[in-house]
Each structure stands twice: as structure tokens, then as C-alpha cells.
């Protein structure tokens, strides 16, 4: 299993393990982690016969980073496994000959689009024994976005906050819910679209202090410009916000408000390079030895750029 979304993997390796597993499942499963196990060990593992059962499961995290030769190591055992082993990886990404040789064992698991959030959110309150109110479900997705594990993580905590209530209203997500409010991140892009650097740098400093992670504050940004480069393609092409709400899948009269206003700010090739500065951002963040902090100022003063 591959991909960006974490719950969906999560949820997917339960679900496969509890199958293969129904009895005995602590002593049959094995579980390894790519940057500490080496090829041959997980291989040894997987060649080991199951303890009283009829299967046993090898799982092996962060198979993305192994190297390419690594990966070359697993061929051999991967065109005669085991007959009583199921090896799992779990990775971010997989390169395209190693899919070639898994063929149909390989998934990828990705976020799923904003129209899919709505339902997501309710099917995760219902695992959790909630209901949740249509008001309170695009809150919680204009505040966290698509990030399923996230949206998981945050309804939790509302269940926890509302004890034996069985519904979820809005004002238990706006008392609970921790992630920087949308409104942090709208007057952030507004005074990048005004190239207001102070106040934009201001605003940067009050989300950096509410504890969030580096790459959350660059993934809430770049949810924003995804956003407004749509928005303004529809309203470049003369249609309205009616069009803005039916392809973002947003409820919010405010959001599409503001989302229009800010459109407008930018010019439709600014916001395509600034899709390109936050690719960029997102890898210097991954690989750079520069402080975090200053990586995401440098990029409110790339977006800010004329």
C-alpha cells in the first residue's frame, strides 16, 4: 500500500491484518520498520512458518526508504513468496518498475477530493458512535482540510469533549478543534495579495506560535492557493461564485466571499508560480538544513513578489 493519506493506510492495514489474522494475530505478525531492517532479515521473516495458524503476516513501514537496489533484493522472493507468509508494505510512494513486479498487490491510498470530505467526516463520526451536524461537518473540513488522519485526530477530541452525546453540533468543534482557524490562514493570503509584507510575516509568527508543524502551516497554504487558482479560473471564464461553490464542494457564504475577494488580487499566472514555489517549499522543507521558520518566510516573500 502506497500514498499521501495515512488513515485510509491505517485503516486498510487493520482490515487486511484482522482477515489474514482471526486468531493468534499477536504471534504471527511481524512488524519491521524499513530504516533499521534490511532486505535479507524481512526476508528471513518471511520464509519463517506461522505459529498454530495457517498464515502469518510481514509487515514492513516506510518501505520508501529503501534504495533502489534494496528494492531489487525483494524480486526474487516476490516471484516465489512464501505460500503461508503475506508480506505488506506500506510506503509514501513506490517507484513505477517495483509496481510493475507486485502488479495487482500494489493500492494506492491518496487523499480523497473535497466533495469526498463531507461524507468521510460523517462515516468517521459514526465509527466513533456520533452523528454530526451539517454546519459542524464544513466547519471541521474548512479548518482542517482533506487530510483524513487530521479530521480523525479532531473528531476524536470532540467525541472525547462531548462524553455520552450522540451528536456533534458546531460549537463543540469550534470549543475543541486546535488546528489554526481558517480566518489565520485568509488574512495571511490577503496580505500576501496586498504585499503587505509586515502584516503577512505577523500572521505567519501567530500560527508558528500555536504549535502547528511546519508542513501542516505550507499544506494549509497551499490548500489556500489551490483555492484561489481555481477561483479564478471559473471567474476569468465569466461565471460566478455559484460555479466556485459547486467545484470546491464549500458551503461557507464567507469562505466564498473572502475566496472571490482575494481572487481578484492575484493575477492567474502569479497563482500558477505560486503552485511551483510551494512544490519547491515542500522539498526544502523534506531536505533542507535551513530552520524551518525561515524557509516558510522566504516563501511569503517569493508569493508576495509582483
Known amino acids: 500500500m502506497y500514498g499521501d493519506e495515512a488513515y485510509l493506510i491505517e485503516r486498510a492495514r487493520e482490515n487486511i491484518v484482522d482477515a489474514l489474522l482471526p486468531q493468534l494475530g499477536e504471534l504471527n505478525c511481524a512488524s519491521y520498520d524499513a530504516d533499521q ?65 507486485v502488479k495487482d498487490g500494489a493500492f494506492q491510498l491518496k487523499h480523497p477530493s473535497q466533495r469526498e470530505i463531507p461524507s468521510w467526516i460523517h462515516t468517521i463520526a459514526r465509527e466513533m458512535g456520533k452523528e454530526i451536524a451539517p454546519d459542524a461537518v464544513g466547519y471541521i473540513q474548512e479548518a482542517i482540510g482533506g487530510d483524513l488522519q487530521g479530521l480523525r485526530n479532531e473528531l476524536a477530541k470532540v467525541s472525547m469533549y462531548i462524553g455520552d452525546k450522540r451528536r456533534i453540533e458546531i460549537k463543540d468543534v469550534e470549543g475543541v478543534v486546535s488546528e489554526v482557524r481558517v480566518t489565520a490562514i485568509f488574512e495571511l493570503t490577503k496580505a500576501i495579495g496586498e504585499r503587505h509584507l509586515k502584516r503577512a510575516f505577523r500572521v505567519l509568527g501567530k500560527i508558528w506560535e500555536s504549535g502547528e508543524h511546519p508542513l501542516k502551516i505550507l499544506g494549509m497554504i497551499s490548500r489556500q492557493f489551490r483555492h484561489l487558482l481555481m477561483t479564478k479560473e471559473i471567474l476569468t471564464k465569466g461565471e460566478e461564485t455559484a460555479e466556485v461553490k459547486k467545484l470546491l464542494g464549500i458551503t461557507n457564504p464567507y469562505y466564498l466571499k473572502e475566496l472571490s475577494a482575494q481572487a481578484k488580487g492575484f493575477s492567474q499566472g502569479a497563482l500558477q508560480r505560486a503552485m511551483v514555489t510551494l512544490w519547491e517549499t515542500d522539498l526544502h522543507l523534506k531536505r533542507s538544513s535551513l530552520s524551518n521558520r525561515l524557509l516558510l518566510e522566504e516563501l511569503i516573500l517569493q508569493l508576495s513578489r509582483p
Open 37 to 101: 531492517t534490511p532486505p535479507a532479515e524481512v526476508i528471513t521473516a518471511c520464509n519463517t512458518l506461522p505459529c498454530m495458524a495457517q498464515r502469518r503476516v510481514v509487515l514492513v513501514k516506510r518501505v520508501h526508504h529503501y534504495s533502489q537496489s534494496d528494492l531489487q533484493a525483494f524480486i526474487p522472493y516476490l516471484r516465489s513468496p512464501s505460500p503461508t507468509t503475506a508480506l505488506i508494505f506500506i510506503a509514501e510512494k513506490v517507484p513505477a518498475e517495483f509496481i510493475k513486479e
